[in-house]
């Protein structure tokens, strides 16, 4: 039987911080003794069923983010960009095709969401691209490697009954977790359930696990 501690780590393409997180915690997959499972969910429903208010709605926390994105991507390593209309990319576009396509990946190829899913990340938080059209889906597919008749199913599935199901239940699997924003890292330890939010919560879930954190980007602390 594995000792492996299961981490769980539920983020949302639409959310900055959840590719910090992301990122950060699979620098760690090797490092430390965890097995990471991916958690497609749903922010902007976790937000609102958890009583949560939006970040971009809180003109001072917006403000204060505008810098924020700047210094953490030097910080973390991650190549973050305020997209250039942002209220109009996050608030009215969205990430709901783009997070049912994701949860495609996971209920059927699953060994395509951690690509997939940065793929999108860069397009929106990088290169100041669409994430809601069918053709910019498709190339971040593309870009990940899924074969262009096989990217094109899973497209075509994204409005059925069975996605929109499987979004919903892993949304309202992080709302029984006590999730109320993105990223949120679930570490099953010793049989137990333990939420951290945010990405300065590293520390704390390093001492939890009892491992040891090196800083976001790991592997020039080993050098």
Known sequence: ???????????????????????????????????????PGFLAGIINQSGNTAPALIPNKIAYMFKDVEMMSEFYQVPLRMPSDFFHVVMKKGSLSAMRFVTALQMSHPTFLE??????WLRIWSEDKDITEAESILQAAKKAGIPEDLAKK????????????????????A?????????????HINDKPELFFGTDRFELLAHRLGEKWLGPVPQKSEL
């Open 115 to 120: 690509g997939v899913s940065r793929e999108l």
């Open 175 to 187: 709302l029984k977790y006590g999730l109320f924003g993105m990223p949120s890292i679930v570490a």
């Open 1 to 39: 039987m594995s000792n492996r501690k299961v981490l769980e780590l539920f983020y949302d393409v639409v959310s900055p911080y959840s590719w910090l997180g992301f990122e950060v915690l699979l620098r760690y997959k090797k490092i430390w003794n965890i097995d990471i499972h991916l958690r």
């Open 154 to 173: 899973l497209l075509s599935t994204i409005t059925s009954p069975e996605i929109k199901s499987k979004l919903k239940e892993n949304t309202e699997i």
